[in-house]
């Protein structure tokens, strides 16, 4: 059968690739140790659960408003106005199926055939795959590692043309754990403005942040960015709730009602029990995320050691989310590989432990390393990537 053109550009996610092979060698009973999850290794707090089983008990188990519950909008606005001083009505925010479908949803509704979005790279797998799907052009601007891994405004106004419609800005980032400053995030917000290009501001990693930088988000600066800014968020990532599949969108309603009529024909709704989990994650006194940070905390300093500890292996050491990004190429080429894809793949296979490619974020250099895993499994991980390299170098 003749598919359809929009899906056969399509490169498969490198991340869930790298974990479809690490759970197969699993199965046949090799000892694995997977740092390429996304996601934390947390379950979801009890008081969330619980929260989800009373929904269900109580009934709330059919259709929902496509953009979300009124109360869970409700919720979202009151978190933007708390955390990040920012001011949205209802009608300017959509409870989508995770994060990445409000980006899918985004893109699909405000780019036509042939414009462009900037993408910065290293970037997350599904930006690129998504604006094509949309008949878009993801622009590519190569941060570079002595920036830790941010762009420049320079670099920003250089991609800028009369087809570009936004820039995605993803702070902190995936797959590098880099965040940008406030007077960054100005300087970048401030040429967007100049050019009309809109801002859109993945912030999913904003609760998971390990040094005293703050984040901020871009449509914090002023009015006018706030305007000109689709912020995307989520609690997949803050309150471990991965397979909830709840994320949002806020902005304009001039982009947020058709996003809402887009959705209305492609998902219905967000499921209606992680709609009420949600709500309970948001309305919680307590907060979820001060323990996770903590653990993250130590593993990140444990990881960054380690790697240093291993020959031809550099990183730039990260602020947030729960990666490492080092650059591998050195080891690669001591140990005899033309790529960093071969050398990750003869790594899985002699010592059992999978990472993901930095290919796959526009890095060919680096691999993504998640520490959403026991301090047990890091450093026995850490211990076979050295010994693998050393065994290798020639």
């Known amino acids: 059968m003749d598919l ?18 690490a759970k197969a060698l699993k199965n046949q009973g090799y000892d694995v140790i997977g740092l390429g999850a996304g996601e934390p290794d947390f379950n979801t707090p009890e008081y969330i659960l619980e929260a989800a089983e009373e929904a269900m008990r109580n009934g709330f188990t059919k259709y929902t408003p496509a953009g979300g519950i009124a109360g869970l909008k409700q919720a979202i606005a009151n978190k933007f106005s708390h955390d990040n001083g920012l001011t949205y009505t209802t009608d300017e925010i959509i409870v989508t199926t995770g994060a990445k479908h409000a980006l899918y949803t985004l893109f699909q509704v405000l780019v036509n055939q042939g414009d462009e979005v900037i993408v910065p790279a290293p970037y997350w797998v599904s930006y690129p795959e998504q604006i094509k799907l949309a008949e878009g052009k993801p622009v590519i601007i190569n941060a570079e590692e002595k920036n830790e891994f941010k762009i420049t405004p320079a670099q920003l106004e250089a991609a800028i043309t009369p087809k570009t419609k936004a820039v995605i800005i993803n702070s902190p980032n995936n797959p590098t754990g880099m965040m940008y400053s406030q007077q960054e995030l100005q300087q970048l917000g401030e040429i967007c403005l100049k050019h009309q290009v809109l801002i859109v501001s993945d912030e999913i990693y904003e609760k998971l ?33 991965t397979g909830w599949r709840i994320g949002y969108a806020a902005g304009s309603a001039e982009i947020i009602k058709p996003m809402t009529n887009l959705a209305s024909h492609s998902t219905s709704n967000p499921t209606s029990i992680a709609q009420f989990a949600a709500l309970a994650a948001y309305n919680a006194d307590e907060d979820p995320n001060a323990e996770m940070r903590a653990i993250f905390s130590e593993r990140l300093e444990l990881l960054y050691d380690l790697l240093k500890d291993i020959p031809g292996i550099s990183c730039v050491k990260p602020k947030g989310a729960f990666y490492m990004f080092p650059n591998v190429h050195e080891a690669v080429r001591q140990n005899g590989f033309d790529t960093v894809d071969n050398w990750v793949k003869a790594l899985l296979e002699e010592e059992k432990v999978a990472l993901v490619p930095g290919t796959g974020f526009g890095a060919p250099e680096n691999v993504r390393l998640s520490y959403a895993v026991s301090t047990d499994s890091l450093k026995e991980a850490a211990k076979r990537i050295k010994r693998f390299v050393l065994t290798h170098q020639s």
């Open 4 to 21: 359809a053109n929009r899906v056969k550009t399509l490169t498969p996610s490198s991340t869930l690739a790298i974990t479809a092979k």
């Open 209 to 241: 942040i390990y040094t005293n930088d703050k984040h901020v988000s871009i449509a914090e600066i002023s009015s006018q960015l706030k305007n000109n800014t689709i912020i995307i968020n989520g609690v997949s990532k803050s309150h471990a709730m």
